[in-house]
T-cell receptor
Framework: EPEVTQTPSHQVTQMGQEVILRCVPISNHLYFYWYRQILGQKVEFLVSFYNNEISEKSEIFDDQFSVERPDGSNFTLKIRSTKLEDSAMYFC??????????????FGQGTRLTVV | GENVEQHPSTLSVQEGDSAVIKCTYSDSASNYFPWYKQELGKGPQLIIDIRSNVGEKKDQRIAVTLNKTAKHFSLHITETQPEDSAVYFCAASKKGSARQLTFGSGTQLTVLP
């Protein structure tokens, strides 16, 4: 069964460092998303991406965040200068489309980011 | 913005009993309501979803009901089994799809054998 794959499963980084979280969405999917979950809090929407551009983003997704689909298979989330409060589980998801019948979002297993 | 509240935060039921998890949402423009199951070490997995033009949807032992007037929706699991034990999340979106979902806080369901 096709699945969304995220690497690494756990990343530890020093405050102020840049991190790149990687995701391989399901191959025929067109919409890609990043969500995060700070420990003990709700899953929060960060950004959605379609046709090589951001289609929606939340207030959390400020200038320190960026997304890219560098090679047609990977989808990355970059955090430019990490802060302690960026520590969270980051989930990548993808969906085939957004029309009726194509709405199911498939989530990856997550990358736990720890900023020290 | 949208706010989704989910209750209860934990739920224990005996195997074979039914489980009900409830969510309320604040934005009347929300039109897509998925439910996700998350097992330990895995990402959320869609188990059922409902759109605002439907009041109820059923898939084998799982059903979801939606009351647009009251702005609440519920997940019903009948004949629970130990493998139903997991964290369940409700979510809502105004985009009619998984774009820009607002999640509830999750319910830890434990099915006791």
């Amino acid at each position: 069964e096709p699945e969304v794959t995220q690497t690494p499963s756990h990343q530890v980084t020093q405050m102020g460092q840049e991190v790149i979280l990687r995701c391989v969405p399901i191959s025929n999917h067109l919409y890609f998303y990043w969500y995060r979950q700070i420990l003990g809090q709700k899953v929060e929407f960060l950004v959605s991406f379609y046709n090589n551009e951001i289609s929606e983003k939340s207030e959390i997704f400020d200038d320190q965040f960026s997304v890219e689909r560098p090679d047609g298979s990977n989808f990355t989330l970059k955090i430019r200068s990490t802060k302690l409060e960026d520590s969270a589980m980051y989930f990548c998801a993808s969906s085939e489309g957004v029309g009726r019948g194509y709405t199911e979002a498939f989530f990856g297993q997550g990358t736990r980011l720890t900023v020290v | 913005g949208e706010n989704v509240e989910q209750h209860p935060s934990t739920l224990s039921v005996q195997e074979g009993d039914s489980a009900v998890i409830k969510c309320t949402y604040s934005d009347s423009a929300s039109n897509y309501f998925p439910w996700y199951k998350q097992e330990l070490g895995k990402g959320p997995q869609l188990i059922i979803d409902i759109r605002s033009n439907v009041g109820e949807k059923k898939d084998q032992r799982i059903a979801v009901t939606l009351n647009k007037t009251a702005k609440h929706f519920s997940l019903h699991i009948t004949e629970t089994q130990p493998e139903d034990s997991a964290v369940y999340f409700c979510a809502a979106s105004k985009k009619g799809s998984a774009r820009q979902l607002t999640f509830g806080s999750g319910t830890q369901l434990t099915v006791l054998p």
